[in-house]
């Protein structure tokens, strides 16, 4: 074991240590905004080719939300996954997103999604639902990053 | 419902959030780190790899690629990253133990270490499976967060109990050798400590005792200068965590803790609160607390000399053969000097001289990270815990029930809180005060508890990150009818 050895070795554990840390930044990245493109791209190329089904219709770019967060409010911090399914938002236990706010109703609003964009519709509430100053009073789309207030809650569908 | 993949076309399928596979590849990853840490130990000692390197790496790999499978069957949805970040600080202190007791007092392989004995590092690593072995433990044993608050009472007392315990017992049962603190309790040849669980135990209660009384804490009471302030009354919990604090301080001379133990209670008050003044009033408190102690009590006066003039003549000598009676500061001096001489990239692992500072395998084994890593190692290993820290307060923010979400926020500040008080206090950033550093520090009790908070953590994570349960009713059968 020369100098020259032990040097190199002494850097490659530092590189390695280093390696593991930047290794845990990356799942932690992935944890926050999901796997980057390529790699999303991939196993759906795997499951449309071999039935040789028709391409699915174009899913929409950069541009479909990915999950709803809560910027403000009790709740601020929490986010939800989006799917195909509605997301119902109040106090209710069964609402999807359940809200310790008492300026919201048992069953407040609710998100949907239609034709690739997901709407706003107040379910009656109390207070109101607003989206950016507007007041919900029918099914509106709803832009990406533009707020949802709730009583004191404020959501956000984000990509 | 939203994390399970959907096949619609218009919404892309959301990640899915269980990430086993990630964590087993992070594992796999933090045990080839520590195996080259070994070897590395055992080229820089003797230029050859060490004859010990299979038994105690695999042995340490079977422990934990054990607890990984225990997580996959008991918290399929946890945080990928929690387990192997522990896993990996756990080994480089087993790997540091070994390479400090190799060396021997003073390099003499020859001659032993008193507090640190020939088979330290066997004794280390069955701690650490004793420690997982607690981790999946209490992973089967707590299936949900809140079913420790129905014992928010019960584990209080119990936690209050062994953090008085060490000041009540004689002091050949309570003190450590030397130090005049008294903070464990022997038994037979083993010794615990029994603070490091008290603090586990403290945060369950402090969690179930804060989600009941938060809203009386932050609501009312009257705004003076731009401050909330909280009622009279309600302030008396913070008044008897601050005496019970201070009597830790002066009966058990242990600052460490009782800093540990009132920071974790006000930084819990305001994670509940959310109000400023209750951090102001905490941090006044505690300074207003610790200089008067360190006026009346002289132990407690010597750490703030130390502190503030560590190079004096009259601190710094000590006599090699008498390590142990050595004048105040020789102990932080030494460290300071071996992170020196680590500079930058360090000396290399098995070519530093970290044996010099007294109680380097527990108190100081940052310094030693320090000498022979250099900087930048030790940033490395800092991140690490900045990490598993961030991972605890995430899993904290995820959590959707005030008492799992105030748990987990308290115990990954508890960690945090830890790991500076120790860094900071070797570094001289702050008075030094001796608790351990999590997973890296020579001791059974220390590992066993860190293993114990991370599971809490896991367990958190994996009740923050599971999937809500799908609807039994199909969405198209619902009608809603209007008026």
Redesign the interface.
Known sequence: MNALELTLIKLAFLAVLWLFVIAAVGVVRTDLFGPTARRRAAPQRSRVTPTARPPKPARPGRAAPQLLLVTAGTLAGTSLGLSDQQITIGRANDATLVLTDDYASTRHARLFPQDGQWLVEDLGSTNGTYLDRQKVTHPTPVPVGVPIRIGKTVLELRR | ????P?T????????P?G?RG?ELI?LC??L??VA??YA?VG??LN?KLPSSLPLYVLGYAVVVFAAHFAVRWLAPWAD??ML??AA?LNGLGIVMLYRLQESGRNGNPGQVISTLSSSATMLQVVYSALGIAVFVGLLALIREPRVLQRYTYTLGTIGLVLLALPALLPDRFSEVPGTGAKIQIAVGGFTVQPEEFAKLLLAVFFAGYLVGKRDVLALAGRRVLGIDLPRARDLGPVLVAWAASLLVLIFESDIGTSALFFGLFIAMLYIATQRTSWLLIGILLFLFGALVTAALFSHVGARFTVWLHPFTRANIYCNPATQLHCVPSYQTVQGLYGLGFGGI?????G?GEPFYTPLVQSDFIVTAFGEE??L??LM??L??FG?LV??GL?AA??V?DPFAKLLAGGLAFVLALQVFVIVGGVTRLIPLTGITTPFLSQGGSSLIASWALVAVLVRVSDTARRP?PQ?IQD?GMTQVVRA
């Open positions: 419902m939203s994390a399970f959907s619609a076309p218009a919404v892309r399928a959301p990640l959030r990430r990630t992070m990853f933090a080839v780190i080259f840490a590395s080229f820089g230029g990928p990253l192997p970040l990996l990239f360090g000396t290399g692992l070519h890593l250099g930048v190692g490395a290993i991140l690490i990490l961030q991972r995430r923010l995820g959707k809500a609807p969405e």
